[in-house]
């Protein structure tokens, strides 16, 4: 017991023993490991004060100047060329039309347009020659935006030639700049026009009068004595239409006013069907003719009037019974004046009557009148035209009006008065 005593008591000092060196050993190791490495001592740095360094003389260098630039040296004939303007454009004036031709290098400077760029107007081109490199505009002389412009002695209709250019495809850019060019036709406002060769012959003065005035055709309905304008344009089935006609100088050359055609429509154009031509070949008043109406021509009392009569009728399809009348009407000098094939006023009963007593100028009615018989050489024949319309006319059915009849019967032998109405209806 003794002995295992003794054995612990060394063991445990043994420990305690080992404890002591540990802790020693690892204080010694702190202070090595704490001690800085000596640096070798120099001499102490001087007391410098900072502070901005000041410049005492300005600075003397410059960019250098450029050299100077000569003035250039032309040669003492030298002359700057201005392009001439591009000839591009042709123009054909016609009677009632005009022909362009404008080049597809309109701008003159080797680059070909796009026809559809170049318009005349609002009129694109209506033919293109692919050999010449031409674009062809043809219009008639109201079309297209054109202007009438008038001058005391010549009338112009202006047009006007427009090239827009638009970017190149894939591109907002353009080569060439858009382009107005203005053309026009100038035609005299007095002059001598016909088919014929021209002959100098002389001309009575009651023509050249008259070629001087102004002239007013007038198509009237007139009332039943024929003294005023009908103030009613609506008649009835079974109504006589009286119609004058007039020409009214404003100087002192007599006129003699005729009647060439008459055309009733629905509405006022006279190329629209249905139509009904009841006046034709320079003067024939066909409705008697082809309807056995009492349609006719009135006495003629004075050279700048002409009066006619016409049976109302109506359209078939139309159940509204409008119509407009529209005449091609003619006046010559009175003293120049022929009732002839191309000149007559004929109505048909029992035959066909001339308005003035000569009635071999009718001969033609029913097949073709021709321009009647020639003008002497020595006399020229002035004319004017004028086509005029009245409407719309107003047409309505026949009305029976409503009443009473007296009915004469017998009941029981007694004699009785039997009232029978006929009620309002339209006659078909």
Partial sequence: MKLFVAFVSCLFCAASAAVTKLNWFQRAVGKV?????????????????????????????????PPPEEAPRFPPDLELKVPPAAESVAVICGANSI???????????????????????D??????????????????LHRCGSQLLMSEDSFTYAFTL?????PLEGSPIIRTAGAA???????????????????????PFSATKASEESLHFSLRLMTDDWRSPRPSSQFQLGDVMRFEVAVKPFHHAPLRVMVDRCVATVVPNVDTV????????????????????SSRFLQRSQDNKLQFELDSFRFQQDDR???????????????????????KA????????????RHGACACCDTHCGTGSPVPPARTRARWDQETAVGPVVVEEKRLRGGQLAQKSHNNGHRTNQAVEILPTWLS
């Fill in 33 to 65: 490991g704490d001690r800085k490495p000596d640096r070798p001592k120099g001499p102490a740095p001087a007391d410098v004060s900072q502070g901005k360094q000041s410049v005492c003389d300005p600075v003397s260098w410059r960019f250098p100047d």
């Fill in 181 to 203: 060019v203005r053309i026009g036709c100038r035609y005299q406002r007095k002059q001598v026009v016909s088919s014929a060769s021209l002959k100098h012959n002389w001309m």
């Fill in 274 to 293: 249905p139509r009904y031509t009841f006046l034709g070949h320079n003067g024939c008043l066909f409705d008697s003719r082809l309807t056995g109406s």
């Fill in 162 to 166: 427009h090239y827009n250019p638009s």
């Fill in 123 to 140: 009129c694109p081109a209506t033919g293109e020659d692919e050999e010449a490199q031409v674009l062809v505009f043809e219009s008639e």
């Fill in 321 to 343: 019974g409008v119509i407009y009348i529209t005449c091609s009407l003619r006046a010559t000098p009175a003293a120049d004046a022929t009732v002839d094939g191309a000149s």
């Fill in 99 to 121: 022909r362009v031709e404008a080049k597809k290098d309109l701008p003159g400077i080797g680059k070909l347009v796009r026809p559809e760029a170049v318009t005349l107007g």
């Fill in 346 to 357: 004929c109505s048909f009963s029992n035959g066909w009557r001339e308005a003035s007593g």
